[in-house]
């Protein structure tokens, strides 16, 4: 798909940092080397720190007009060679959308981070949410796919930031970092450490630019300036980027090629994480930052001899349904907590036979090991 | 036939262009790929960039060089982007006064505001062309469009004035019937370290003139030459006189 670059040095730091600032870290270390941004709480940390950083190294920053116009030096940046990021949190992204379906039917790589806060509208903009997390999924029009990560710790903000440049890359596709307030600005120890293998863009290449003709597979991400006289646009097009919008073939096969790529490369993109499901009669579904107080209460749930365990979603989109789907016989039922009035809960209500109980908090605050612990409990009569 | 040079800005394979009869855009693309030919501009190293409307579609599929071809208003912003990663882009933005100005306005103050280095040519038939007709904010006053049936009660946004306000170092208007005067202005400000904005009056024959008592699309595109007076000339005119021109030439054209 890409070149990869080596990378020799090894050698891991650990640091006590703040989320944003290891989100900003981790983009430098994928090699991120375009931020178009504008500020908006809680998510500023990274805009601030991409400006003191990027020049640096050789990068650019810009401060743009609003959220339009950053996502969209975003996209033209990439298309000039970039590997470039923008960072927001939903009033930004809510103005972000077109130009993040333009993305996806352009196949451009690029990162957004969403710094999720408490909504809708303005809200409270200092206060953590996960209400964006099918905005993320659908806010563009028409049909697309895209991927979202979930990080729950400042180690993961630096991790996922890189995993995701690598898969934008990959599929060329928009990657999300679905974070939130409180992990954004949570200060605690990671251990920053370079990533084994950095994707750089290919220098030239003969394949057409949208598309495999005959496989409809995701060709390498081309650029300005290379000679290809690339016609880019965000109507559908053949793939060589010529317009075709009277075309019902051209455009079923376009929308089959940016659904299927994210699709039938799922079982390569999803990462979940595991903790005491073999027995697990009550399972746990959680994501990101309530992901931590989920745990908490299924080990104290455990304690009492409650057989509780947790999947946690690091992948978010595209849907681990199969994994949810799978999850153990000896599985009883489903406790799905997040930061919002249960937008997850019905993804994984939509996998499953096993009855799920959804519990949506929506009052700025976060989710805390008190208010899970219950819902293991009252089954066994153990409240 | 011998090709002209200019032939080789082109993907001759796309045409007939799909602008109406006595479009001014058609003129517009000539002019621009002529400019870029007597330059010799190197048509690896040049972006076109676009929004939406029938002027979008000038580059895009039109110009044999790389397009970007883009959300309806968002050209500069994605220019912006790509200028900035790579410098040895020539980046051009074509697009219309409904992208350029009404949805695109904010993107337009603020490039100029930064002068980074880029053309935009603007191709002003103060309609919405592509969706039928509708009033615009550099429609005149009075004029009758799909959306102002009665006449447009607003007042028209002068494009060089509020460009040369916001900063920008190139400023210059011409029309599509003064093609010399045009690939003259198109050339200074292809050749200008800034950021450098031509309004080029192009008319609009279907969307606009038979709407307002125009007889044909040549007595559109002739009358400019009566409707439009040399910055020059318009300075030796009454100022009543003044108001019913339209000012064409150089606003600015300075280094900073
Ligand atoms: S509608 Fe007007 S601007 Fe559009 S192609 Fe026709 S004449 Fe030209």
Redesign the interface.
């Given at each position: 798909m890409y070149q990869m670059t080596k990378n020799t040095d090894k050698s891991g730091v650990r640091r006590f940092l703040q989320g944003n600032e290891a989100c900003a870290l981790g983009a430098l270390a994928a090699g991120c080397?375009?931020y178009?941004g504008y500020p908006i709480t809680p998510s500023s940390e990274i805009m601030e720190h991409m400006a003191a950083e990027l020049p640096k190294v050789g990068g650019?920053f810009?401060q743009?007009?609003?959220e339009?116009?950053?996502i969209?030096?975003?996209?033209?940046?990439?298309?000039?060679?970039?590997k470039?990021m923008t960072a927001t949190s939903g009033p930004g992204l809510s103005l972000m959308i077109?130009?993040i379906g333009?993305a996806c039917i352009t196949e451009t790589p690029c990162v957004v981070v969403d710094i999720q806060r408490a909504g809708p509208a303005t809200g409270q903009a200092t206060c953590p949410g996960s209400g964006d997390v099918m905005q993320i999924r659908w806010g563009s029009h028409g049909d697309y796919e895209i991927i979202a990560l979930a990080p729950w710790s400042v180690q993961e903000m630096y991790d996922l930031t890189i995993e995701a440049f690598r898969l934008s890359e990959t599929y060329r596709v928009p990657t999300f970092i679905a974070s939130d307030e409180s992990i954004g600005h949570l200060r605690e120890i990671a251990v920053l450490t370079p990533p084994d293998m950095i994707p750089e863009r290919a220098a030239s290449c003969d394949r057409p630019p949208f598309g495999d003709p005959a496989t409809n597979a995701v060709t390498p991400m081309p650029g300005?300036?290379q000679?290809?006289?690339?016609?880019?646009?965000?109507?559908t097009h053949d793939e060589r980027?010529?317009?075709r919008t009277q075309d019902s073939a051209v455009q079923a096969k376009l929308v089959a090629r940016l659904c299927d790529k994210i699709k039938k490369g799922s079982a390569n993109i999803w990462k979940v994480e595991s903790f005491h499901l073999e027995d697990a009669e009550t399972v746990v579904i959680a994501y990101g930052s309530t992901a931590r107080a989920a745990l908490r209460a299924v080990r104290l749930a455990r304690a009492k001899g409650v057989k509780a365990g947790m999947l946690r979603l690091i992948t978010l989109w595209p849907f681990p349904d199969e994994i949810v789907a799978g999850l153990s016989s000896k599985a009883g039922r489903l406790v799905v907590p997040e930061m919002n009035q249960g937008q997850v809960s019905r993804e994984v209500q939509r996998c499953t036979r096993l009855p799920v109980i959804a519990s949506g908090k929506s009052n700025g605050e976060v989710v805390v090991p008190g208010e899970i612990l219950p819902l293991l409990l009252d089954e066994h009569g153990q409240a | 036939m011998v090709k002209p040079d200019y032939m080789k800005f082109l993907r001759t394979e796309t045409f007939p262009t799909p602008f109406c009869p006595g479009c001014g855009h058609g003129i517009l693309m000539g002019a621009i790929a002529r400019c870029a030919t007597e330059m010799e501009l190197d048509p690896l190293r040049l972006l076109f960039v676009s929004g939406i409307g029938c002027a979008a579609w000038i580059p895009s599929p039109h110009f044999a060089t790389d397009t970007l071809h883009t959300t309806h208003g968002r050209a500069i912003a994605f220019a912006t982007g790509a200028k900035l990663f790579k410098p040895a882009l020539k980046v051009v933005v074509v697009s219309g006064d409904g992208d350029l100005s009404a949805i695109g306005g904010n993107h337009l103050i603020h490039a100029a505001r930064r002068n980074i280095e880029m053309t935009v040519l603007c191709a002003n038939n103060s309609i919405y062309g592509m969706t039928g007709g509708q009033a615009g904010p550099t429609t005149p006053t009075g004029a009758r469009t799909a959306t102002t049936p009665e006449g447009n009660p607003e007042r028209p946004f002068d494009l060089c004035r509020l460009v040369y306000g916001a900063g920008a170092t190139y400023v210059a208007r011409s029309t599509v019937y003064h093609v010399r005067h045009l690939m003259k202005v198109i050339k200074n400000a292809l050749s200008h370290k800034g950021f450098a904005f031509v309004d080029v009056v192009s008319p609009c024959f279907t969307q606009f003139g038979r709407k307002n008592k125009v007889a044909s699309a040549s007595d559109q595109l002739f009358g400019l030459k009566e409707a439009c007076a040399t910055v020059d000339g318009l300075a030796g005119l009454a100022e009543d006189r003044q108001a019913d021109k339209i000012a064409i030439g150089e606003f600015t054209a300075r280094k900073e």
């Open positions: 080397r375009f178009g650019v810009v743009m007009e609003d339009i116009a950053s969209a030096a975003v996209i033209g940046a990439s298309w000039a060679g970039a470039a077109e130009n333009y300005f300036g000679g290809r006289r690339l016609l880019v646009t965000g109507s980027g010529y317009r | -």
